[in-house]
């Protein structure tokens, strides 16, 4: 099946600094990635989708300038928490689809393993 | 538009019985409809999907899930539960005429296993 990493795994940065997740889709090709945020015991939140190629697409209530999204490459996306602040503290997940033919196409997600951040 | 209800936060059982996660949905499209596991720190894994194939889907680790549209539910349930099946289930929904599609998360059920 198809992979997705991120990188790293877990982060710790003290308040003001900048942090930059990676995601990246291992064996297939993502022009569009999807970037989540999870708060503990929550559920998912969708915060952008990421084009490659173009302009991110932020959802409402997230800070475009704030958390900064580049697709540069057809495998690759990355999330920058700029001026981070601890309640910028979460697990941060990211999703590439890949469609899936067949007499009933579909467009299956594969998920990062997340990346824990943690800003003192 | 669309939405995903999953019906109890937290859902007890012992080892070796039954165990049913409910999950009711809302689209305004022929949705595709997965079930994903997130045990502690963990990413998510896909338990099963149902995309217009057949209504009753079976899925890893023992779990299927029935489609049934004229519920509008998408029920997971597994004959015996293992203490290893606790975790933190996650109902999706996606759907849209065409291209790639936001997923819908639920608010997610923990499944808790007692010896």
């Known amino acids: 099946g198809a992979v997705v990493s991120q990188h790293p795994s877990r982060v710790i940065c003290k308040s003001g600094t900048s942090v930059k997740i990676e995601c990246r889709s291992l064996d297939f090709q993502a022009t569009t990635m999807f970037w989540y945020r999870q708060f503990p015991k929550k559920s998912l939140m969708l915060m952008a989708t990421s084009n490659e190629g173009s302009k991110a697409t932020y959802e409402q209530g997230v800070e475009k300038d704030k958390f900064l999204i580049n697709h540069a490459s057809l495998t690759l996306s990355t999330l920058t928490v700029t001026s981070a602040h601890p309640e910028d503290s979460s697990f941060y997940i990211c999703?590439?689809?890949?469609?899936?033919?067949?007499?009933?196409?579909?467009?299956?997600?594969?998920f990062g393993p997340g990346t824990r951040l943690t800003v003192l | 538009a669309q939405s995903v209800t999953q019906l109890d936060s937290h859902v007890s059982v012992s080892e070796g019985t039954p165990v049913l996660l409910r999950c009711n949905y809302s689209?305004?499209?022929?949705?595709?409809l997965f079930w994903y596991v997130q045990h502690p720190n963990k990413g998510l894994q896909l338990l099963l999907k149902y995309t217009s194939a057949a209504t009753l889907v079976k899925g890893i680790n023992g779990f299927e899930a029935e489609f049934k549209k004229s519920e509008t539910s998408f029920h997971l349930t597994k004959p015996s539960a293992h203490m290893s099946d606790a975790a933190e289930y996650f109902c999706?929904?996606?759907?849209?005429?065409?291209?790639?599609?936001?997923?819908?998360f639920g608010k997610g059920t923990m499944l808790l296993v007692s010896p």
């Open positions: 999706v929904v996606s759907g849209t005429p065409s291209g790639y599609s936001t997923l819908t």
């Open positions: 689209s305004s499209y022929s949705p595709s």
């Open positions: 999703s590439a689809p890949t469609k899936r033919e067949g007499q009933f196409p579909y467009n299956e997600q594969f």
